[in-house]
Every structure is written in C-alpha cells, then in structure tokens.
C-alpha cells in the first residue's frame, strides 16, 4: 500500500545553516495543511531524484502524526542520502544518515542525531542547561529578521560559546526575498 504525504512544493537550493551548510540538496517540507500537494512517497523520491542532488532534506516538524519511514526507504532506494530536521518532540526511530533536532521547548525528547540547533530566544532553551545529549556538533544560532541576523542575539551566541567548548554559532535564516516557501535554504 502507498504511503502519501501533504507537501509543499519540492525545491533544490543550498543548505544555510547547521554542519551541512553549503551543500546543495533537495528540500522536502512534510505537512498537514490540506492546502499542499498531495504526493505518495514513490512520487517525492522520484521528483528528489530528477533535482540531481545527493541529499534529501526532509522538514518534519509534525512528526509522528506522519509516518516518515516509508519515504524514507523510497529516498534510500532512489540512492538519496537522507536528513530530517525536527523538533525533537518525539524520537525517530528509524535509521537515516543525518538527524538535525532544533527543539521549541526545552523538554525534547530527541536527546541523540547528528547536530543540535539551539536559538535560545526563540526556544526558551538555555544551551548551558542541557544535559543527556549526543550530538557532535552543537550550534545556537542567532535570530535574523528579513535575512539579517539581530546584533543582540548574535552576540549573545558569541558570548555563550566563550564559555562553552563543542559549541559553535550557525548561520541563521539568510534566504532571500525571492526564494521560495522554505527557510533555512537559499534555492537555486
């Protein structure tokens, strides 16, 4: 049986911000608002694959009221390297090659993957009471407003990683007026 999923418009570009940035990749932003396309995960992978990039980007915010995996085993089989970006309020059970969590709140239960995207004015997290967690690279990111970042909370960043080794500022949001429905990504 067909799995399908409610997206917004797939798009290629360059990945911004995290430990992947600058990377060209195809961006897949799952949905529950009936007002996206409807595509079955044959149909995502086979659109990911056309784009011609190496990576599959996957936003999931509202995981796990959608069930990721099956799109993840099409991607997989259309020789995608696949990440999901989520806010860690449930944990993926399921292997993929990279797991981004930018929590919301500051009890996310995703405490494992691949990098950690802190920003503490936005999140009510404060970097430097986490605890439990595994991610090897560890980032807060400034807040930007129309692709700037706020002086204030960049140099807030900078402040916090003075006094925190393994953590490093991200890029923040730089996407251009013109591009497109996904932040986070400058698209081509």
């Avoid at 980007?57 to 799109?71: K, Q």
């Avoid at 993926?92 to 995703?110: C, G, M, R, T, Y």
């Avoid at 090897?136 to 925190?164: M, N, W």
Wanted: hydrophobic share 40%; net charge negative.
């Amino acid at each position: 049986m067909a799995s399908y999923y409610l997206v917004e418009p797939i798009s290629a570009g360059v990945q911004s911000e995290g430990a992947l940035a600058f990377l060209t990749m195809t961006f897949v932003k799952v949905s529950r608002a009936r007002t996206h396309i409807c595509m079955s995960a044959e149909e995502i992978a086979q659109e990911c694959a056309k784009l011609q990039n190496e990576w599959s980007w996957l936003y999931a915010f509202n995981y796990p009221a959608t069930d990721l995996s099956p799109l993840v085993v099409r991607l997989k089989e259309a020789n995608q390297s696949v990440a999901i970006r989520t806010d860690g309020s449930c944990v993926i059970p399921f292997p993929i090659d990279w797991l981004s969590v930018k929590p919301a709140n500051p009890d996310f239960a995703q405490r494992t993957g691949n990098e950690l995207i802190i920003q503490p004015e936005q999140s009510r997290i404060r970097p430097g009471t986490l605890k439990d967690l595994n991610f090897p690279y560890k980032f807060v990111q400034p807040l930007a407003h129309e692709g700037v970042d706020d002086p204030i909370s960049r140099s807030t960043c900078f402040e916090f990683i003075i006094g925190h080794p393994g953590w490093r500022v991200s890029n923040s949001h730089f996407v251009p007026k013109t591009s497109g429905p996904i932040g986070g990504s400058i698209h081509l």
